[in-house]
């Protein structure tokens, strides 16, 4: 019973965390990128098939090569191909990933990114039981767009507009960031 309790106690704490991480994310993530300058930057998805691949190579077909872009996943196998359709989709938008492999985040990877990007609660709450000191580096990607909910999207086994939607939304919230990047920059 006591185990059972410690579980539930432990759930509320996470959830907590979350609602308060959500709240705050607009903030804190504007916070983050106007206070340091990111030569480093890692983007953050589950399984680094879809949203953080996609994030990365626009960001670096867009920012100088000052700039080190990469990505990685939680899910816990690497070297995964991105799906057929979603390849095609994204070419779309001048990013190819035919020839992206997934891969795995390790903690040095925290310590080496000046900013990490992330996509919703789940990258969240996984960043933080491998290191609760990388607050001062999240940035919600979705906090930089104009939508109301700051979580985008996983595409995975999602339709095809359905996928288009998110990968416009990348597209803005990319966009967005690298705006905020080079007026940081400019200001320095």
């Not at 907590?16 to 607009?26: E, G, P, R, S, T």
């Not at 998805?45 to 691949?53: Q, V």
């Not at 990685?72 to 994204?90: C, H, N, P």
């Amino acid at each position: 019973m006591l185990k059972f309790i410690n579980q539930q106690y432990n759930r509320i704490c996470w959830f907590i965390k979350y609602k308060l991480a959500k709240k705050n994310a607009i903030n804190s993530s504007l916070t983050v990128i106007r206070s340091s300058q990111a030569k480093n930057v890692l983007v953050m998805c589950y399984g680094n098939i879809y949203r953080s691949p996609f994030v990365e190579a626009y960001l670096k077909s867009r920012l100088s090569d000052d700039y080190n872009i990469k990505s990685a996943g939680f899910f816990k196998k690497s070297g995964r191909t991105v799906a057929q359709d979603y390849i095609e989709l994204t070419k779309e938008f001048g990013v190819d990933l035919s020839t992206h492999l997934s891969n795995c985040v390790y903690a040095a990877q925290f310590n080496w990114a000046d900013h990490i990007l992330i996509m919703d609660g789940k990258n969240y709450k996984l960043a933080m039981q491998i290191n609760s000191d990388i607050k001062k580096k999240l940035v919600w990607l979705g906090a930089l767009d104009s939508f109301t909910d700051i979580e985008i999207d996983d595409p995975y086994a999602k339709s095809e507009n359905e996928q288009l939607n998110i990968v416009k939304r990348l597209v803005n919230s990319s966009d967005s960031y690298i705006s905020l990047v080079n007026a940081s920059e400019e200001a320095a």
